[in-house]
C-alpha cells in the first residue's frame, strides 16, 4: 500500500531505509514543517533490545516520549532537530498532533479497509502510517479531535462503539522509521509526497473510516 499515492519527485520523500534519524527527523521538520521531538530509544542489554524508559513490560519499547515536558521540546526548525538528535542518534521520532495536523487512528484491518473504499472513492488522502502495533494513523487537518465524535454521531455511530480514536492537542504519532522494540518499524501506508501536502478535512475521511471500523468490530 505504499504506493497508494503515485509522486514523480521522488527526491522529496523521506525515505524509509538508508537515511538516519537525523537525517530523517530534519527532513520532517525541512520538506513537510512538521514539529518533531525525540523520544525513547531502544538500548542492548543481555542481547535484548529494552526501552531506555528502564520499564522492562514498556508497552512501546523505543517509541514513546523520554520527558514530561516533551510538548515543548518539539520544534519545526530543522537546526534545533538536528541539534537533539546529535545528542542523542537513535531516538525515536515522535510528531506532536493538534498543530500542524491532527491524525485519526483506527485497527490495521480497519484502516486498509478503508483505504480501498477512499481510493474507489476517489478521495485525496494525506499520509498514512502504519504501527507495528496495527494500527494506522490518517493525518488530516487540525481540530479534527473535535469534530470527529458529532461527525460520528451524523452516521448513526457512537465514538464509544468504533475502535476509532482522534489524536489532536496533546497527543503525538510515531513516525517512520521509528522501531517499536522488537516489533519492527513503523511505515508508510501512504508516503509523504508533494502531492498530499495539503491535508484533508477529518470530514471528508469520516465515512469510509467509519464504515470499516463498524465493520471490523
Not at 470530514?203 to 471490523?216: N, V
Request: hydrophobic share 40%; proline share 9%; glycine share 8%.
Amino acid at each position: 500500500m505504499e504506493e497508494t499515492i503515485a509522486s514523480t519527485e521522488a527526491a522529496q520523500i523521506p525515505k524509509q531505509r538508508g537515511e538516519s534519524l537525523l537525517e530523517t527527523a530534519v527532513r520532517y521538520a525541512e520538506e513537510r514543517h512538521w514539529d518533531v521531538f525525540p523520544g525513547s530509544w531502544l538500548e542492548a542489554v543481555d542481547g535484548v533490545q529494552r526501552c531506555s524508559c528502564g520499564d522492562a513490560s514498556c508497552p512501546a519499547p523505543g517509541a514513546h516520549p523520554a520527558r514530561p515536558d516533551w510538548a515543548t521540546q518539539a520544534t519545526g526548525s530543522a537546526t534545533v532537530a538536528r541539534r537533539m538528535w546529535q545528542k542523542q542518534p537513535t531516538a525515536s521520532i515522535l510528531l506532536p498532533t493538534g498543530r500542524t495536523f491532527d491524525a485519526l487512528s483506527v485497527p490495521e484491518s480497519a484502516g486498509f479497509l478503508a483505504l480501498a473504499r477512499m481510493e474507489r472513492m476517489e478521495l485525496t488522502l494525506g499520509p498514512v502510517t502504519l504501527t507495528p502495533d496495527r494500527r494506522m494513523q490518517f493525518f488530516v487537518l487540525p481540530g479534527a479531535s473535535v469534530k470527529v465524535p458529532e461527525l460520528v454521531r451524523k452516521l448513526g455511530w457512537s465514538l464509544s462503539s468504533l475502535d476509532l480514536v482522534p489524536l489532536g492537542e496533546g497527543g503525538y504519532v510515531a513516525a517512520p522509521p521509528t522501531r517499536f522494540g522488537s516489533r519492527g518499524a513503523v511505515q508508510w501506508a501512504c508516503r509523504p509526497t508533494p502531492a498530499n501536502r495539503w491535508l484533508p478535512d477529518a470530514e471528508e475521511l469520516i465515512s469510509p473510516l467509519a464504515y470499516a471500523c463498524g465493520r471490523d468490530r
